[in-house]
């Protein structure tokens, strides 16, 4: 008697990553990409961002494409609450990107996910945003993000996903390394 | 004659921001907060954030609060575009920490807003989170954030707002400075 074992599918098509990779390695001017996003101001410490298109593999991409949220304090700063504020939504990108890289690192080794949630917690000294310590930062001190995964596999290869995952997370080298931003007015 | 001139109300409470300064300067641990968020794998690429609650002022705060956002790869990574890329969203949360910033520094400095907008731009070789070359990495290689502002101010103090804003960015500061970031599995 033989059992057919149900193919792992955790969503990811990791057949076509695999191509782009190969066919990137032999172009590297399609691998540059342009990533965007609008912020406008709407009152107080409340604005909204707007993701649309992006340049990559050499052309505008997805012209189309809208995806639009806001940002605001808390009433503990005097806001309105309106959205999160941008420091719980860089831990949402940090959770979002480290979450893709896991489903796409357990399909490549055949693993299927049941469910994956990741808790992210920094903790951040208000008084360098507040001008009051110049010895204070104004970022967070601390970025912890904790797994809970149910998959079919040993909590080693559970461990090993999520090592890999990090590995080639680009938000997660976005916050552990520096990277040099411009701010200019038009 | 003289001219009453309207009060500058860009929706700032800058007394209740000095007060809390002023407070916290006496008692550190009130400002030491931890933000929090919770990310839930849908499918693929696709997963979901969600921010309640966070820690400050020695309290629990806001538990009641609830904002859920979501996040995908494009159709360009053989994925479903459920939401912005992970990378997309930081860029977000950086464009609104500085605008927060932008309305707060101009409400203490008596700069009425009209109009407030920030394009983000970020490049990315995306060979790095491919795996396709060691020597690229996964994050972005630059960002650049360009305002175009109307407001009763000159262009000094127009680009004075700005870079003071900056000087006080959270997002600002965890980009262009290394966190330590730890994640594990539970």
């Not at 149900?6 to 695999?18: F, I, K, Q, R, Y």
């Not at 691998?31 to 965007?36: D, E, G, I, K, L």
């Not at 049941?114 to 967070?140: C, K, M, Q, Y």
């Amino acid at each position: 008697m033989t059992t057919t074992a149900t193919p792992v599918d955790n969503g990811v098509n990791v057949e076509a990553l695999l191509g782009a990779r190969a066919a990137l390695q032999d172009a590297p001017e399609a691998a540059q990409f342009t990533w965007r996003a609008t912020n406008t101001w709407i009152r107080g410490t409340h604005s909204e961002s707007t993701v649309t298109g992006f340049f990559g593999l050499g052309a505008e991409q997805e012209a189309d494409r809208s995806f639009t949220t806001s940002g605001d304090h808390p009433p503990q700063f005097a806001a309105e609450n309106n959205g999160p504020t941008p420091v719980e939504t860089l831990l949402t990108a940090l959770g979002g990107c480290l979450t893709a890289g896991v489903a796409a690192v357990a399909q490549q080794r055949g693993i299927q996910l049941n469910s994956v949630t990741a808790s992210i917690e920094g903790d951040h000294d208000i008084r360098g945003i507040l001008g009051g310590d110049p010895d204070v930062r104004n970022g967070f001190n601390e970025i912890r993000v904790t797994y809970a995964i149910d998959a079919d596999a040993s909590p080693e290869d559970i461990q090993a996903l999520v090592a890999q995952s990090q590995k080639r997370s680009a938000v997660f080298d976005a916050l552990t390394n520096p990277t040099a931003v411009t701010v200019s007015v038009a």
